[in-house]
DNA sequence: CTAAAAACTGACCCATGGGTCAACAATTGA
DNA sequence: TCAATTGTTGACCCATGGGTCAGTTTTTAG
């Protein structure tokens, strides 16, 4: 038990190094041996621990989707009403943390992946059901019932678009303006009472 | 001036080719061989024409970006009232030759690079200000003045978010829906009349 | 205390792929 | 017709980086 607890210490070590990387170089310029030096290891520990690249990235991207998931759960208990469940979902997407550049950056990078690794398409097809699930348990007390799915599907194009553009244009996109876009959606497309 | 013209046939196979190989292989995968092969020519004459792998693919980024372009003027020439203009501006945006997997799959690998190819983020750069420029010059028609820029952006992020879902997870997201989605939006936040 | 298991390293292998270059083919213009 | 320009090729160079491995250190468990 204590040598589980090293290796799950290193793994995570190394997921989170590769993440780092990413954002600043692309998955081309992740290099093994740039991950490896940023977690203060060599390059043959990485593929002690995990089997390949892909691998890798496959974990760093899981896990960068765990915290994102965590901070919707987290926003999610605390939220009394419908409307704020479906607030919780979407600040937690736009939380300081995640909604950077490099964060985007590095995501950009996995998802341009996903066509060519069945992997990634997996993680991702995750996260999308999850956030479809999560929308549509808020709205469909909100909403009637042909409405819903329609509403779902935009919330997440727009937060997809948005963090998309942080990526590519960061200058002059923040975090207030963001969440203002998605008020505004909300305003006009389910409004209160 | 009829030598321009070989190398002008020469070089627009091989942005043409670089874009389809990308479409497959990403940016990684994209190797300058392929691109050649793929063009029915060898290694070298890729880099006769085009002085290195990122000034090919930045071509073919331009030339992309053009066809879209030309589809937008196309349409906006056709449009009569301001509504109009909205939804050619939209609908050239989904329309069935730009809006597949595939060529979505190459916009996100050019994309993953903006942020470490100055050359390809003006690119970007220009494409986003002509997207703002044509929707306000419509929306300040049919929107009072403070709320233009705000719906320039949700439309353009709609429209990337969806674009970026089509990548993604290409199975159940169709041009219909798609249009559905646009369409919902501006019912909503532009009405009509 | 000690042997086995796990952690870790650095040297090595090798395929890949970007880029160079010398030479050859074709086209062109005078 | 014939130089000069342009187009084109394939061989070559070389850095990079993923992956292997033999061997060393550290940890753990009995």
Redesign the pocket.
Known sequence: ???????EI?RRELRRAAFEVLQKEGM???????V?THA??????V???F????ELFEHAMREANVALKEAVVDRLNRARTPRERLEAIIEANFEERFFQPSVCHAWLSLCAEVPREPQLARIQKVIHARMRSNLLSALTDLLPAGECEAVALGITSLIDGLWLRLGLQSEGLTRDIALAQMRDYLAHRVPEA
Chains 1, 2 share one sequence.
């Open positions: 038990m204590r040598l589980t607890r090293i290796s290193r081309a310029g992740a290099t093994l041996e740039k490896a203060g290891a060599s390059k043959g520990i593929l002690h621990y089997a390949n690249k892909q």
